[in-house]
């Protein structure tokens, strides 16, 4: 598996447009639109480069394009949100793990955070072992916390801090 993580720019918006409109995967993310069109994509990648504290990367196999990966840094409370998502094709063969180690060296390596989080909802199993695989701790679960797209969703909490990673307790 040749897994890598790249800056993210205006040659994935077809890419981005073409794997990200499938109601699958917007209804495992908190505000990924469906239908998701070239015009999001191009919102996106606007909004990205108007803020500094956004880190995102394409997920590429080989150099092809599978998904996206990203971090929120909040500076002031040295931590980053993780989030992440990838093509439906593209499920289940451990590329988002690999993607999440890689982010996971760049927040802490290089952001110099002291904390990673990330939330998934309930039912979400694959994104929920992404973080388990990269020893990631159930930190909590908000009950019935998110509506999207008419469904109430349980909210699961995760963390990992930079003495967990220090440790070696964060490489697959």
């Given amino acids: 598996m040749n897994i890598s993580i790249r800056c993210i720019g205006s040659e994935d918006i077809d890419d981005i447009a073409r794997l990200a409109n499938n109601y699958s995967i917007a209804e495992n993310t908190a505000n990924l639109p469906y239908p998701y069109t070239k015009k999001h994509a191009k919102l996106f990648l606007d909004y990205l480069h108007e803020n500094e504290q956004e880190h995102v990367f394409a997920i590429c ?8 990966i990203g971090l929120v840094h909040e500076e002031e409370h040295k931590r980053a949100e993780l989030g992440y998502w990838l093509g439906q094709e593209y499920w289940n063969f451990g590329y988002a793990s ?55 969703k349980d909210i699961f909490c995760f963390g990992l801090l930079r003495e967990q990673y220090e440790k070696g307790e964060a490489t697959l």
């Fill in 61 to 68: 196999r080989d150099s092809e394009f599978v998904g996206i």
């Fill in 98 to 152: 690999a993607a999440a180690g890689m982010a996971i060296d760049y927040a802490f390596c290089t952001l110099g955070i002291n904390k990673i989080y990330s939330k998934c909802f309930g039912g979400n199993t694959a994104s929920k072992r992404v973080l388990e695989k990269n020893c990631f701790t159930l930190e909590g679960c908000l009950k019935e916390h998110f509506l999207r797209f008419g469904k109430f």
